[in-house]
């Protein structure tokens, strides 16, 4: 058991490369997605902009028995003002300071068979759109390949 967590450690780590296959049947696939401005939609429901992905590659069995992890990259400026990227593990919380007072916004996922769901929603829940941009995502999965 231990030597399969191990295992699994170290296909997460390895997250950059697609189609990884270990001895005892984990696998490791990694996609990147790119949200485009024009690609938000407004979920009134749920109060959040979201842009809907079909993924095949997340399949039932992976959604059933598997592990995905999500990130996405984000801009960042040092104390010297130089402007770097990172990759912020999802769901990613950031406050933001406004003239109207701070507020949270959350960047995060939702995942179903055949489908991931990218969304950014405000902490006053609101349709402003100050949020929206162009995003680059990126999940990994992993699972044991007899639940492919």
Not at 13 to 34: K, P, Q, R
Not at 103 to 117: E, K, L, N
Request: charged content about 25%; some cysteine; proline content about 3%.
């Amino acid at each position: 058991m231990k030597n399969r967590w191990v295992i699994g450690c170290l296909c997460v780590l390895m997250a950059g490369m697609v189609g990884c296959s270990v001895e005892n049947g984990t696998e490791i696939e990694t996609e990147n997605f790119t949200v485009n401005l024009r690609d938000w939609q407004w979920n009134a429901l749920y109060r959040r902009y979201e842009c809907i992905i079909n993924y095949p590659e997340l399949s039932g069995g992976i959604y059933e028995r598997g592990t995905v992890v999500g990130g996405v990259y984000i801009r960042e400026k040092d104390q010297k003002g130089d402007v770097y990227e990172v990759l912020k593990s999802l769901p990613f919380l950031e406050s933001i300071p406004h003239i109207d007072g701070p507020y949270t916004r959350t960047i995060s996922f939702d995942i179903a068979p055949r489908q991931v769901t990218f969304y950014i929603q405000s902490s006053d829940l609101s349709d402003s759109t100050d949020d929206l941009g162009n995003y680059e995502f990126k999940i990994t999965l992993l699972w044991e390949q007899k639940f492919r």
